[in-house]
Structures are given as C-alpha cells and as structure tokens.
C-alpha cells in the first residue's frame, strides 16, 4: 500500500509516532488510509452540511476495512461573491484548490481519496486533483438544494432572485416582493435548486464515471444523501483492492460521453471552462470545436432552471442523470464500454434503468431540440470561439444584430442597465473581464439578470470575455477568445458598431471591415492590470485563454 511509506518498519517509527500523537491505533494503521477531503464551510449554504457528509463517507470507509482520515478544501459561495471584486477570487479558486489537496494527498501518502465536494469551483477543483494525483478516488457531493415556493405558491430559485433586483429596478416589482424572494428563493442548504454550474458537474461527475448513482440530483437534505456518502466510502475500498484510478475512469471516451450528456441535461456554459481544464489534468486536450460536433447530433432533452421551470428534486424523480444516459444509449449517444467508479461498465451501471417522467426527460424521439443545450460560436469578433447557452435563448434572440454598447468593466455595464440607457435591440460588450484581464473571468449574472428582469431578454445580448453563472439565461454570450487583455477583437469594438449573432450557425460577427480593424489594432495598447499584486496577479500572469479551460502554464 502507498500508506506503507509512513506506517511500516522501524524507518517509520517516527511517522507513527505523529498518528499516535493524533489517537490512531496501531490497528487503524495496519488498513488502508483513506483521505476524506471535506468542503464544508459555514459561508457557502451548499456545503454547511458537508460535515454530516463526512461522517457518513467515513462510517462507509470503516465499514468496508480502511481508516478515514479527512481533510479540508476551500470553496467560494458564488452567489455572496457575485457583483463585486470577490467575484474575481472564484474561478481562480479552482486551481488552488486542486494544487492543495495535490500537496495533502501525496505528502500523506493515501492509499485511496473520497472526495466531499458541492459548489461551482471546488467540483473541478477537487476533479483536477483526483486526475492528478491518480490514486483510486470517489467523489460524493453534498447534493441540490430544495426548489423554493413563493408566498403565492410559485416554485422559484436563486436566478428568480437576482432577476427580482432587475424588475425592481425598472418599476416591476415593490419591496415586498423582493423580499418574498429574498426570504423564499433558496429555502434549504444545498448547491442552488437549477442547473447551475455546480449541480451541473456534480451531474457531469456522475456522467464520467466519478460518482456513484445520484451523486448529482438526490437532494441535500434527504436522508437518501448520507446513505449514498456511506456507499461511497465503502466503494472506495473496493476500487483501493482493484487499483481502479481515476485516469482509468477519466478517459477521452468519458469525457466524450460527459460532453454528450451537458448537452442533453442543458448545463452551464461554464463546463466549458471546467471539462477542459479536467482533460487536461489527464493530458487529454478537449477543444471547443469538439464540443458543436458533440452538439451537433446530440438532442437536448431537458429544461432545468434557469431554461424551463423545474429542479433537480425534478429530474431526480424522473431517474436522474441515469435516466438521460438511458435514453441517449437509445440512439448509441454514449460509449457503454467505459469503466466507473462502480468497478462496473457504464452498460452494467445502466441496466434496468428506465425514464419516469417524459415530461422532466424528454424521450429521445420528442427533444426540446435537435441539438445540444451549449453552442460554440465563431467568427471576426471570436476567433477562438465564445459559448453560450442555447436551451436557455429565446427564439426571438437566436438570430439577433444590433448595434454595440461598450463598456469596460461589469459595474459600467450594470450602471447603464439600472439607469435604463440600454434599449431593446442593443448589444451590450463587456471586456477586460477575461482570465488575465478581470483578473479572474468574473461572472456576469447581475446584468444579464438586470436584463431579464427589466423585460430586455427577448431583445437586448450581451456578450463578455469575462463568464456567466450557470443561473444566466438569455443571448448572453461569454468566453470570447482573445480576451481584450490579450488584444482580441472584442478589445477593438467601439460603441455603435453593428454586430451580428447567429446562434443556429455557431457565428458572430464584427461588421466592421478589416482594414478599419487593422488600423484600430495599431492604436491599440493594453491596459494596466487591474490588479498588480498577491494572487490574482500572479493568476493574471500564468492562465492561458477561456478557449483552452483558463488552465494555468
């Protein structure tokens, strides 16, 4: 065993020595150890009973023979981040939390890893970690969050939420009712009830063979969640015995195949930032081009928040991320053959599997569209392409050009919006928000809602280097490639230039002529960073481009 390193012979003694200091016993030490890397916190309300979690993921672990031993990792609440400079500290965070629980893991010598975690970062975070150290590891989130329930009966979430503050703003909504959603929105601990970034890779998880069944959708608070946490513990044990590691499991087949599944489920634009960055802890390069050929021929089947109006307890009844894999299989979507967390194939998992509600999951033969909820589109403004997510477009905004309003940071944009000088038919730019340019690719979820709650979404884009949260709907189109930061197109726009979306045919386009274009490249000079020190400057100085997962070199 790996273990062996700090608890056998007499060279050892002084290693055992610092876990008898701990209350170990030389029997404990005789099993596996088993490192339980926990996230709870009591800042982030999908992870403050990460602790509860924990104690069921080690019971499982003891049960089967190993010896627990948990440790912590970081996570940011996006949600209490988001509208000012704490948003910069979120995707950043992602790296520090794999580059630490790197250190944890292998200067501790763990034979096996369960990983504890549930919001937006610390899923891939905890992701890249596991492909880097590659010792056999399971990961068992802390589940959804319950769907809450206005005074009138009205089921809402967190992206109703921020939309409120919009439709407040433009004279739609009084005080009370803010503070009916404000007091409603988000009723228990969990990650937040849509398909958001995080429930969207804690699915994803599921999807590439990482997480056992129910790992993405079975609630926070159902008892269900801890009796998952202690099968997960026992399992770990099981693939500790086989050597199952996680590059076994995180193949090129199962990132296909997760993929797939993003664009059935309609998850967040930001698993195109995360599944990238993951593959590439497994030196395996994910490109966006692969992602339009994968949505191309892979049919959208549900409409989770913020694109329909039900929730992950929804699509939990309806069978889970199980019952879209099943249905995809119905067409040869997915490679069966692909190893698990289970110990088992993914054809093996998918057994005696059927759908529960047609009506959460769409059949295969009854999509909400022939194609994936994300498209990547391209074009003079986005030469390495931008994302956004198309489940969640209206149909008036699918195709859409309108003359361009720019600004140079998120607060300018929100400004305009509040103060009403954005009007239907616009199209709103905001850069140097990128990786390097934020620094940190901030979120951008206050004025695209600010957007939707004024009434805009059927009639106004917006378009970013920065990202969008996951509880982002309408023509919001983030990750352009080059950032402004790096002198990318959008770095050159100015305000009332026509540009051109065309979501269908995955395009976006500057109306403006090339040698206008050249010229204004020439008077182009970068600005000064932003931020000049602790990490996000060095953050600035090694992460690579949205297009490539804003990896770090």
Same mark, same amino acid.
Request: hydrophobic share 40%; proline share 6%; glycine share 10%.
């Given at each position: 065993m790996r273990s062996d390193n700090v608890t056998k012979g007499v060279e050892r003694a002084p290693n055992r020595s610092l876990f008898y200091a701990l209350g170990y016993t030389k029997e404990e030490l005789e099993r596996p150890l088993i490192g339980v890397v926990c996230s709870y916190n009591e800042i982030v309300p999908g992870h403050m009973n990460l602790d509860k979690i924990a104690e069921a993921v080690k019971a499982g672990v003891?049960?089967?023979?190993?010896?627990?031993?948990?440790?912590?990792?970081?996570?940011?609440?996006?949600?209490?981040? =988001?509208?000012?400079?704490? =948003?910069?500290?979120?995707?950043?965070?992602?790296?520090?939390?794999?580059?630490?629980?790197?250190? =944890?893991?292998?200067?501790? !010598? /763990?034979?096996?890893?369960?990983?504890?975690?549930?919001?937006?970062?610390?899923?891939?975070?905890?992701?890249?970690?596991?492909?880097r150290v590659n010792i056999p590891t399971i990961f068992c989130s802390g589940g959804p969050m319950l769907a809450g329930k206005l005074n009138d009966g009205r089921r809402s979430c967190l992206s109703h939420m921020f939309e409120a503050v919009g439709a407040y703003k433009a004279g739609k909504l009084d005080e009370a009712g803010v503070e009916d959603y404000e007091n409603n929105a988000c009723p228990t601990c969990g990650s937040c009830s849509g398909m958001y970034t995080a429930n969207s890779m804690n699915c994803l998880t599921e999807a590439i063979g990482m997480g056992l069944r129910g790992n993405g959708t079975i609630p926070a608070v159902w008892s269900a969640r801890l009796r998952l946490a202690k099968h997960a513990g026992m399992q770990i044990m099981e693939l500790v015995r086989q050597g199952i590691r996680p590059r076994d499991i995180m193949t090129e087949a199962a990132f296909h195949n997760a993929e797939t599944v993003d664009m059935a489920l309609g998850?967040?634009?930001?698993?195109?930032?995360?599944?990238?960055?993951?593959?590439?802890?497994?030196?395996?390069?994910?490109?966006?081009?692969?992602?339009?050929?994968?949505?191309?021929?892979?049919?959208?089947?549900?409409?989770?928040?913020?694109?329909?109006?039900?929730?992950?307890?929804?699509?939990?009844?309806?069978?889970?991320?199980?019952?879209?894999?099943?249905?995809?299989?119905?067409?040869?979507?997915?490679?069966?053959?692909?190893?698990?967390?289970?110990?088992?194939?993914?054809?093996?998992?998918?057994?005696?599997?059927?759908? +529960? #509600?047609?009506?959460?999951?769409?059949? %295969?033969? #009854?999509?909400?569209?022939?194609?994936?909820?994300?498209?990547?589109?391209?074009?003079?403004?986005?030469?390495?392409?931008?994302?956004?997510? +198309?489940?969640?477009?209206?149909?008036? =905004?699918?195709?859409?050009?309108?003359?361009? +309003?720019? /600004?140079?940071?998120?607060?300018?944009?929100?400004?305009?919006?509040?103060?009403?000088?954005?009007?239907?038919?616009?199209?709103?730019? %905001? +850069?140097?928000?990128?990786?390097?340019?934020?620094?940190?690719?901030?979120?951008?979820? #206050?004025?695209?809602?600010?957007?939707?709650?004024?009434?805009?979404?059927?009639?106004?884009?917006?378009?970013?280097?920065?990202? /969008?949260?996951?509880?982002?709907?309408?023509?919001?189109?983030?990750?352009?490639?080059?950032?402004?930061? !790096?002198?990318?197109?959008?770095?050159?726009?100015?305000?009332?230039?026509? %540009?051109?979306?065309?979501?269908?045919?995955?395009?976006?386009?500057? #109306?403006?002529?090339?040698?206008?274009?050249?010229?204004?490249?020439?008077?182009?000079t970068c600005p000064q960073p932003k931020v000049q020190t602790g990490y996000l400057a060095r953050y600035a100085k090694l992460v690579t481009s949205a297009s490539r997962g804003a990896v770090l070199e």
């Open positions: 003891r049960a089967a023979g190993g010896t627990p031993v948990e440790f912590p990792a970081i996570a940011v609440c996006d949600g209490i981040a =988001m509208g000012h400079i704490g =948003m910069k500290y979120s995707l950043v965070t992602r790296d520090l939390i794999a580059d630490s629980t790197e250190a =944890m893991a292998i200067a501790h !010598q /763990f034979d096996g890893l369960v990983m504890i975690p549930n919001c937006d970062k610390n899923v891939p975070g905890l992701l890249m970690a596991a492909a998850c967040s634009t930001n698993t195109m930032l995360h599944l990238p960055a993951i593959a590439h802890e497994c030196g395996i390069e994910l490109d966006l081009d692969m992602s339009n050929e994968i949505s191309s021929h892979t049919p959208n089947l549900c409409h989770l928040a913020p694109a329909g109006d039900t929730y992950m307890e929804d699509l939990e009844g309806a069978g889970g991320v199980y019952a879209v894999m099943k249905e995809l299989t119905r067409k040869g979507l997915l490679d069966t053959s692909v190893m698990t967390c289970t110990g088992r194939t993914l054809e093996e998992n998918l057994e005696g599997v059927t759908n +529960r #509600n047609p009506e959460i999951i769409r059949p %295969i033969e #009854n999509p909400y569209s022939a194609d994936g909820g994300i498209a990547v589109l391209k074009g003079n403004l986005a030469p390495e392409g931008c994302v956004v997510k +198309r489940s969640a477009v209206a149909a008036e =905004m699918m195709t859409h050009t309108g003359p361009a +309003r720019v /600004f140079d940071s998120e607060e300018e944009a929100i400004a305009a919006i509040y103060e009403g000088r954005i009007v239907p038919g616009d199209v709103v730019v %905001i +850069r140097y928000e990128g990786p390097k340019g934020g620094p940190g690719m901030r979120e951008m979820l #206050n004025p695209t809602s600010a957007i939707c709650g004024m009434g805009l979404g059927e009639s106004v884009a917006l378009i970013t280097d920065g990202r /969008f949260s996951g509880a982002t709907r309408g023509a919001a189109i983030g990750h352009v490639s080059p950032e402004a930061a !790096q002198g990318g197109p959008i770095a050159l726009v100015e305000e009332g230039d026509m %540009i051109s979306i065309d979501i269908p045919s995955c395009s976006i386009t500057l #109306n403006v002529d090339e040698a206008t274009l050249a010229a204004r490249k020439a008077s182009w």
